[in-house]
């Protein structure tokens, strides 16, 4: 059974960092090329940033950055200079295809993680 659980999320001011993780098991994680999205209340889920298998990485705004560690079966997004619209729900997903910009490419999702930024 595939699981993919994030973690890191929480309450931080404006400019301040996170770092989200997700964790992955029940799967060849190396196989998978893994990407993070987010959901705001009312809006649809969002493309934030992709990492391919060879670690080509993709980079929002260039305040985000997406790293993994196939040895521990774990991406990672670093969040740098946060802003109050950059609250939502932050979801971890695992695609086989494509680039990992689409959302409709990931067959596996996570149960998303809460990161919420005060003025």
């Known amino acids: 059974q595939v699981q993919l659980v994030e973690s890191g999320g929480g309450l931080v001011q404006a400019g301040g960092s996170l770092r989200l993780s997700c964790a992955a098991s029940g799967l060849t994680f190396s196989s998978y090329t893994m990407g993070w999205f987010r959901q705001a209340p009312g809006k649809e889920r969002e493309f934030v940033s992709s990492?391919?298998?060879?670690g080509a990485g993709t980079y929002y705004e260039g305040r985000f950055t997406i790293s993994r560690d196939n040895a521990k079966n774990t991406v990672y997004l670093q969040m740098n200079s946060l802003k109050p619209e950059d609250t939502a729900v932050y979801y971890c997903g695992a695609t086989q295809w494509g680039s990992g910009r689409r959302k409709d490419d990931y067959v596996y999702w996570g149960q998303g993680t809460q990161v919420t930024v005060s003025s």
């Open positions: 990492i391919t298998r060879s």
